[in-house]
């Protein structure tokens, strides 16, 4: 897993998303359960659109607000970038998750597989969105959350193979 060090580049949501996307179903009709194969791929594909756009949000969201607080941007054009940005990824997830649907409908014993592989993605995406958030923090914030998580007991160096442990934390 690399990670991303470019503070300008806006990341967007890929493969490690797509399993848990694609299992995700919006019961629409409230009939907990398709009855139709046409009603089990439109469920599942808006489940999966919603999962997309979801993570997008909180990706972009995290990445932009990182920069507004520098001053590179301002509200208005973090916004749009948003938005921009959770439009195009949210279009390129209704077709993994119509796809993933369609598998599934064919051959459901591959739920099973796919949940597991999801399992790491979300695994994946977590530390993607940790590290966006980790961005967005200023040298006085990540000073204060290593010394309070040193007084918790927990190393947060161990996160950051690059040394980016603050220096110098009083025992």
């Keep these: 897993m690399s990670r991303e060090r470019d503070p300008y580049r806006i990341p967007r949501a890929g493969w ?12 629409i009709n ?10 089990f791929i439109g469920e599942h594909t808006l489940g999966g659109m919603l999962v997309f756009a979801i993570y997008q949000t909180l990706l972009t969201g995290l990445r932009t607000e990182a920069m507004r607080k520098r001053g590179e941007i301002d ?5 749009q ?3 921009a940005s959770v439009w195009e990824t949210t279009k390129r997830g209704a077709a993994v998750s119509a796809v993933l649907g369609v598998v599934l409908l064919v051959f459901p014993w591959l739920t099973f597989p796919l949940t597991l592989v999801g399992y790491f993605g979300i695994g994946k995406a977590s530390v993607d969105l940790f590290h966006a958030f980790w961005d967005g923090l200023n040298e006085q914030q990540r000073r204060e959350l290593h010394q309070m998580a040193y007084e918790a007991g927990i190393n947060l160096g161990q996160l950051f193979g690059d040394g980016s442990v603050a220096q110098g934390i009083a025992t």
């Design 16 to 27: 490690e998303i797509a399993p848990t996307a694609g299992l995700t179903a919006v019961d």
């Design 30 to 39: 409230g009939n907990h359960g398709a009855l139709t194969g046409g009603e």
């Design 75 to 79: 509200r208005s054009t973090q916004i």
């Design 81 to 83: 970038v948003i938005t």
